[in-house]
């Protein structure tokens, strides 16, 4: 891919990148911590990652390996737009692999491959406040935070089982990080919450829109509020990834015809890829 | 007798030139009622407000008996100490329901919050407990579930006194609880009140422009106008025989049915 000329590498001037730096620094400095920065405007519109962007262009240095998924997938128009970003501002590598990647850019998933120490997972944030639905006023959520009043966090979890019988809320579970602030874990599903407890890698959250930094550091408790009675679950899924076979990942539903045609596969395409390259097959396969 | 539970002390609070309650000091004692009447502007909500540590008082303190036994002055908590004390040892019953209850929240949601604020993590118990408040408050059990929105005037206020009542507060604020609501409602609300009131043992400071409801509920009664005391004393004693001419003068508003 061919480079631009005339921008500072991965795009943000200095200044911007050691303010971004800075807010980065302190939100790892107190863990679930929602820290204010001087958002910028983005050549992307607000919702399509402006935060996770700058957060990324922060921490990127000529040797990092990029790696940016989008509910999962590789090859959505999110992940190919901001890889591409990256390739051509700051000319460093980028790659599907997780395991080769040492920044990955994420939009609503961790990836299944366990993360390891030297890398880095960058969120990107639409709503960073857990308590926002519940509670309005921002003077008033920065209060909670403070004085941590999480009653109000456990009201809608309340709500979701009186209404269900279940807690219902299925992504932006929120969590609890380092026995203090809680914390909205951006919109994965909560099946992706377990993986981001004592996690080797450094989780970063950006919101752009928003103007938060936060984040959770390698190796940090990060506990999915529940009840007692109604314990946190992962959601379950009855069968494997069509393709690779894989049990116990999160699958995607693929609308096949107009005939009701579905098949369930791996979210993560990477994964999925990199099993089928391996060896096992799905079903799906051994039938074709 | 006691020590006092609650002391206010020279309570002063202008908004510019005009001075909306101006040197009010009374004690209060446990599981005594006091009702603040007077007429609209005369600075009772406001009073009702300083004492709430809602609004700063120009000066003046309120001092309150804490559990443990001491006497603490409530400007000089922390804001933790202050709004834990809010949510558990006080309650306040608003006027409008509204600014009292999460509207989007359902009856139980709003009776639990208080719990789980103070750390209850079994779902089960904080239902549980929340169905017992409702029964006491006469809610329909199966009303459990449905936010406020869908409750008459009369439900919601008898919804926020389940939702303040449920720490099992030892003082509960109340401004107007039973304005806007028609007569037949509102003799019930305030023989709900009264029953709960005896049977808690609750201090409770209600402030009401209609002095039938000061007479049902309270054992005082102050009377304020244009932000003073001007007379003050058991409830029969002021309104059967009241002395200041502007007593007399509301006491002879009063239309006989």
């Avoid at chain 1, 393709?243 to 995607?252: F, I």
């Amino acid at each position: 891919m061919t480079a631009e000329t005339g921008y500072n590498f991965a795009y943000l001037d200095e200044g911007t990148k050691r303010m971004i730096r800075r807010a980065i620094l302190k939100a790892i400095a107190i863990p679930g911590y929602q820290v204010p920065f001087a958002s910028r405007e983005m050549p992307m519109p607000y919702g399509w990652g402006t935060g996770g962007v700058q957060v990324t262009a922060a921490i990127l240095g000529k040797s990092d390996v990029l790696k940016v998924i989008d509910q999962g997938s590789d090859d959505t128009t999110n992940a190919v737009s901001i890889r591409a970003f990256f390739a051509r501002t700051a000319e460093v590598a980028v790659t599907t692999r997780t395991r080769d990647a040492t920044v990955i850019q994420t939009r609503h998933r961790i990836p299944e491959a366990p993360l390891h120490a030297s890398q880095v997972l960058v969120y990107q944030v639409p709503i960073p406040e857990p308590l926002r639905f519940l509670e309005p006023r921002e003077t008033e959520t920065r209060q909670l935070h403070a004085l941590a009043e999480y009653g109000l966090m456990h009201v809608k979890l309340y709500e979701d089982i009186a209404r269900h019988g279940h807690i219902a809320t299925t992504y932006a579970y929120p969590v609890e990080v380092a026995g203090r602030y809680v914390m909205d874990p951006s919109p994965t599903p909560k099946f992706d919450n377990p993986k981001m407890d004592d996690c080797p890698a450094l989780q970063l959250f950006g919101a752009g829109r928003e103007k938060r930094i936060y984040a959770v550091p390698p190796y940090t408790r990060v506990r999915s509020l529940d009840f007692e009675d109604h314990p946190f679950r992962v959601q379950t899924f009855d069968r494997p990834c069509a393709l690779c076979g894989a049990e116990g990942v999160y699958l995607d539903e693929v609308l096949l015809d107009d005939a009701g045609g579905r098949m369930f596969v791996c979210s993560d395409t990477d994964h999925c890829e990199e099993r089928r390259a391996d060896g096992p097959i799905g079903m799906e396969a051994a039938h074709a | 007798m006691s020590a006092p539970l609650l002391q206010a002390r020279g309570l002063t609070k202008r908004y510019g030139a005009r001075t909306a309650c101006a040197d009010v000091s009374f004690d209060l004692d446990p599981g005594e009622v006091l009702a603040i009447v007077g007429e609209s502007g005369s600075g009772k909500s406001t009073l009702l407000s300083l004492i709430a540590t809602e609004l700063a008082p120009d000066s003046g303190h309120v001092a309150y008996r804490m559990r443990d036994g001491v006497i603490r002055d409530l400007a000089a908590l922390s804001e933790a100490e202050r709004r834990a004390l809010m949510r558990t040892d006080w309650g306040f019953v608003r006027q409008d329901a509204a600014k009292g209850l999460r509207m989007a929240v359902s009856a139980g949601g709003n009776v639990g919050e208080r719990l789980m604020g103070a750390g209850a993590r079994h779902y089960g118990t904080i239902r549980g407990t929340a169905l017992d408040w409702l029964a006491k408050v006469e809610i329909a059990a199966d009303r459990v579930d449905d936010p406020p929105t869908r409750f008459s005037g009369g439900m919601r206020q008898r919804l926020q006194i389940a939702r303040n009542l449920v720490t099992g507060p030892r003082l509960v604020l109340m401004d107007e609880p039973t304005s806007g609501l028609d007569v037949s409602v509102q003799a019930r609300l305030l023989d709900l009140i009264r029953g709960l009131v005896a049977e808690l043992g609750l201090a409770v400071i209600i402030v009401t422009h209609d002095l039938a409801v000061a007479r049902l509920l309270s054992h005082r009664v102050m009377v304020m106008r244009a932000g003073r005391v001007i007379e003050t004393g058991l409830t029969d004693q002021v309104l059967d025989d009241p002395a200041e001419p502007y007593t007399q003068l509301l006491v002879s508003s009063v239309l006989a049915a």
